[in-house]
Protein backbone atom coordinates (compact mmCIF):
# COMPACT_ATOMS: atom_id res chain seq x y z
CA UNK A 1 0.00 0.00 0.00
CA UNK A 2 2.91 2.65 1.34
CA UNK A 3 4.62 1.65 -2.21
CA UNK A 4 1.35 2.23 -4.49
CA UNK A 5 0.49 5.69 -2.57
CA UNK A 6 4.05 6.93 -3.08
CA UNK A 7 4.05 6.04 -6.92
CA UNK A 8 1.04 7.98 -6.86
CA UNK A 9 2.26 10.74 -5.24
CA UNK A 10 5.10 11.12 -8.15
CA UNK A 11 3.17 10.00 -11.00
CA UNK A 12 0.83 13.10 -10.10
CA UNK A 13 3.54 15.61 -9.54
CA UNK A 14 5.44 14.40 -12.80
CA UNK A 15 2.81 13.37 -14.81
CA UNK A 16 0.69 16.54 -14.17
CA UNK A 17 3.80 19.14 -13.73
CA UNK A 18 2.08 19.92 -10.17
CA UNK A 19 3.75 22.62 -8.50
CA UNK A 20 3.99 20.36 -5.54
CA UNK A 21 6.60 18.38 -3.79
CA UNK A 22 5.61 14.28 -3.49
CA UNK A 23 6.66 14.73 0.17
CA UNK A 24 3.97 17.40 0.78
CA UNK A 25 1.24 15.37 -0.31
CA UNK A 26 -0.52 13.68 2.05
CA UNK A 27 -2.59 10.71 1.95
CA UNK A 28 -5.53 12.14 2.25
CA UNK A 29 -4.52 16.01 0.98
CA UNK A 30 -8.04 16.68 -1.30
CA UNK A 31 -7.37 16.54 -5.50
CA UNK A 32 -9.97 19.33 -6.20
CA UNK A 33 -11.45 22.33 -4.16
CA UNK A 34 -9.61 24.58 -1.67
CA UNK A 35 -6.60 23.81 -0.21
CA UNK A 36 -6.05 21.15 -2.67
CA UNK A 37 -4.20 19.85 -5.30
CA UNK A 38 -6.05 21.81 -7.90
CA UNK A 39 -6.78 19.18 -10.50
CA UNK A 40 -9.00 19.37 -12.88
CA UNK A 41 -11.03 17.23 -15.09
CA UNK A 42 -8.38 16.82 -18.20
CA UNK A 43 -6.31 15.74 -15.42
CA UNK A 44 -8.57 13.01 -14.07
CA UNK A 45 -8.37 11.59 -17.64
CA UNK A 46 -4.72 11.92 -17.93
CA UNK A 47 -4.32 9.83 -14.48
CA UNK A 48 -7.14 7.31 -15.79
CA UNK A 49 -4.72 6.53 -18.81
CA UNK A 50 -1.79 6.94 -16.20
CA UNK A 51 -2.82 4.06 -13.58
CA UNK A 52 -4.21 2.12 -16.11
CA UNK A 53 -0.55 1.66 -17.54
CA UNK A 54 1.35 1.88 -14.56
CA UNK A 55 -0.96 -0.51 -12.46
CA UNK A 56 -2.71 -2.12 -14.63
CA UNK A 57 -5.88 -1.29 -12.97
CA UNK A 58 -9.15 -0.18 -15.28
CA UNK A 59 -10.92 3.00 -14.08
CA UNK A 60 -13.94 2.10 -16.34
CA UNK A 61 -17.31 4.40 -15.88
CA UNK A 62 -17.70 8.10 -14.19
CA UNK A 63 -19.01 7.00 -11.59
CA UNK A 64 -16.15 5.08 -9.90
CA UNK A 65 -13.81 7.76 -11.06
CA UNK A 66 -15.92 10.37 -9.24
CA UNK A 67 -15.50 8.06 -5.93
CA UNK A 68 -12.41 7.06 -6.05
CA UNK A 69 -10.34 10.69 -7.29
CA UNK A 70 -11.05 12.74 -3.93
CA UNK A 71 -7.31 11.99 -2.67
CA UNK A 72 -4.34 9.68 -3.12
CA UNK A 73 -5.76 7.25 -0.56
CA UNK A 74 -8.80 6.92 -2.00
CA UNK A 75 -6.65 6.02 -5.28
CA UNK A 76 -4.59 3.81 -4.03
CA UNK A 77 -7.51 1.84 -1.76
CA UNK A 78 -9.09 1.14 -5.50
CA UNK A 79 -6.38 0.05 -7.29
CA UNK A 80 -5.05 -2.38 -4.04
CA UNK A 81 -8.10 -3.56 -4.16
CA UNK A 82 -8.42 -4.42 -7.95
CA UNK A 83 -5.51 -5.44 -9.49
CA UNK B 1 0.48 9.73 -53.42
CA UNK B 2 -0.43 12.87 -51.01
CA UNK B 3 -3.00 13.45 -54.46
CA UNK B 4 -4.89 10.40 -52.36
CA UNK B 5 -5.32 12.37 -49.13
CA UNK B 6 -8.06 15.02 -48.82
CA UNK B 7 -7.19 18.60 -48.08
CA UNK B 8 -7.03 19.77 -44.66
CA UNK B 9 -9.65 22.46 -44.91
CA UNK B 10 -12.00 19.67 -45.88
CA UNK B 11 -11.50 17.87 -42.49
CA UNK B 12 -10.99 20.64 -40.32
CA UNK B 13 -13.54 23.32 -39.30
CA UNK B 14 -10.94 26.02 -40.01
CA UNK B 15 -10.77 28.20 -43.21
CA UNK B 16 -8.48 30.77 -44.85
CA UNK B 17 -6.67 32.67 -43.36
CA UNK B 18 -6.16 30.32 -40.34
CA UNK B 19 -5.55 26.75 -41.92
CA UNK B 20 -1.72 26.35 -40.95
CA UNK B 21 -1.47 22.97 -42.94
CA UNK B 22 -1.13 23.02 -46.64
CA UNK B 23 -1.62 19.49 -47.13
CA UNK B 24 -1.58 16.02 -45.85
CA UNK B 25 2.09 14.01 -46.72
CA UNK B 26 1.42 10.62 -44.67
CA UNK B 27 -1.63 8.95 -43.01
CA UNK B 28 -1.74 6.23 -40.75
CA UNK B 29 -6.06 6.31 -39.16
CA UNK B 30 -6.30 6.99 -35.84
CA UNK B 31 -2.23 6.57 -35.57
CA UNK B 32 0.16 9.04 -37.18
CA UNK B 33 -0.02 12.24 -39.72
CA UNK B 34 2.85 14.10 -41.17
CA UNK B 35 1.64 17.35 -42.77
CA UNK B 36 3.46 20.39 -45.14
CA UNK B 37 3.09 24.04 -44.41
CA UNK B 38 5.09 26.40 -46.69
CA UNK B 39 6.27 29.17 -44.67
CA UNK B 40 6.06 31.83 -47.10
CA UNK B 41 6.66 35.87 -47.06
CA UNK B 42 2.72 36.40 -47.95
CA UNK B 43 1.52 34.57 -44.55
CA UNK B 44 -0.35 37.52 -42.67
CA UNK B 45 0.97 36.53 -39.44
CA UNK B 46 5.01 37.94 -40.76
CA UNK B 47 3.62 40.97 -41.33
CA UNK B 48 4.57 42.63 -38.10
CA UNK B 49 6.57 39.22 -36.09
CA UNK B 50 9.02 41.17 -36.55
CA UNK B 51 9.71 44.24 -38.09
CA UNK B 52 12.48 43.52 -40.71
CA UNK B 53 12.91 40.59 -39.01
CA UNK B 54 10.01 37.81 -40.23
CA UNK B 55 9.69 34.73 -37.74
CA UNK B 56 6.98 32.36 -37.33
CA UNK B 57 4.89 32.70 -34.69
CA UNK B 58 5.90 30.01 -32.21
CA UNK B 59 2.50 30.20 -30.83
CA UNK B 60 1.74 29.42 -34.39
CA UNK B 61 3.78 26.85 -34.78
CA UNK B 62 2.03 24.84 -31.63
CA UNK B 63 -1.70 25.36 -33.79
CA UNK B 64 -0.17 23.89 -37.14
CA UNK B 65 0.70 20.96 -34.23
CA UNK B 66 -3.34 21.11 -32.99
CA UNK B 67 -4.33 21.41 -36.44
CA UNK B 68 -2.39 18.14 -37.60
CA UNK B 69 -3.44 16.10 -34.29
CA UNK B 70 -7.23 17.17 -35.16
CA UNK B 71 -6.84 15.22 -38.90
CA UNK B 72 -5.61 12.09 -37.31
CA UNK B 73 -9.18 12.16 -35.27
CA UNK B 74 -11.44 14.49 -37.40
CA UNK B 75 -12.02 13.00 -40.27
CA UNK B 76 -15.42 11.02 -38.90
CA UNK B 77 -16.05 12.62 -35.85
CA UNK B 78 -19.01 15.63 -36.56
CA UNK B 79 -18.31 17.41 -33.04
CA UNK B 80 -15.37 20.09 -32.91
CA UNK B 81 -12.43 19.21 -30.77
CA UNK B 82 -10.55 21.62 -29.16
CA UNK B 83 -6.93 22.33 -27.76
CA UNK B 84 -7.21 21.70 -24.15
CA UNK B 85 -3.54 21.48 -22.93
CA UNK B 86 0.02 21.74 -24.31
CA UNK B 87 2.83 20.27 -22.63
CA UNK B 88 6.52 21.35 -22.55
CA UNK B 89 7.09 22.99 -26.27
CA UNK B 90 9.97 23.88 -27.01
CA UNK B 91 11.23 25.64 -30.08
CA UNK B 92 14.68 25.07 -31.00
CA UNK B 93 15.23 27.53 -34.50
CA UNK B 94 13.73 30.07 -36.17
CA UNK B 95 11.06 29.30 -38.74
CA UNK B 96 11.82 32.29 -41.19
CA UNK B 97 9.77 32.40 -45.00
CA UNK B 98 10.89 30.23 -47.28
CA UNK B 99 10.98 27.06 -45.00
CA UNK B 100 9.39 24.26 -45.90
CA UNK B 101 7.80 23.01 -42.10
CA UNK B 102 7.39 19.00 -41.99
CA UNK B 103 4.83 18.67 -38.65
CA UNK B 104 4.33 15.41 -37.37
CA UNK B 105 2.07 13.94 -35.15
CA UNK B 106 1.39 10.65 -32.95
CA UNK B 107 -1.98 9.77 -31.21
CA UNK B 108 -0.31 8.03 -27.90
CA UNK B 109 -3.61 7.64 -25.80
CA UNK B 110 -6.82 8.28 -25.62
CA UNK B 111 -9.41 8.26 -22.94
CA UNK B 112 -12.97 9.55 -24.68
CA UNK B 113 -13.37 12.70 -24.76
CA UNK B 114 -9.60 13.41 -24.49
CA UNK B 115 -6.95 12.85 -27.04
CA UNK B 116 -3.20 13.22 -26.69
CA UNK B 117 -0.51 13.60 -29.00
CA UNK B 118 2.86 13.83 -29.48
CA UNK B 119 3.76 16.30 -31.87
CA UNK B 120 6.94 18.11 -33.66
CA UNK B 121 7.48 20.26 -36.70
CA UNK B 122 11.35 20.09 -38.85
CA UNK B 123 12.76 21.91 -41.58
CA UNK B 124 14.82 20.57 -43.61
CA UNK B 125 15.08 17.41 -41.53
CA UNK B 126 16.07 19.23 -38.62
CA UNK B 127 13.58 19.38 -35.49
CA UNK B 128 12.66 23.13 -34.88
CA UNK B 129 10.21 22.46 -31.90
CA UNK B 130 7.79 19.70 -30.08
CA UNK B 131 5.61 19.81 -27.99
CA UNK B 132 2.87 17.56 -25.99
CA UNK B 133 -0.51 18.59 -27.14
CA UNK B 134 -3.95 17.15 -25.91
CA UNK B 135 -7.26 17.52 -27.85
CA UNK B 136 -10.80 17.62 -26.38
CA UNK B 137 -14.15 17.31 -27.48
Known amino acids: MYDTIQRLKELLVTRLKLKVGVDKIKDDTPLFGPNSLGLDSIDVLEMIIVIKKEFGVEIMDRETSENIFTSVGSIARYIEENR | ?137
Do not use: W
Open chain 2, 1 to 137: MSDLYPFPSEILPHSYPFILIDKIVEFEEEKRIVCLKNVSNNDEFLQGHFKNNPVMPGSLILEAMAQASGLIIGSKKSKMAYLCRVKDAKFRKPVVPGDQLIITSSLIDKLSPLYIFEAGASVGGEVVSEAGISLSF
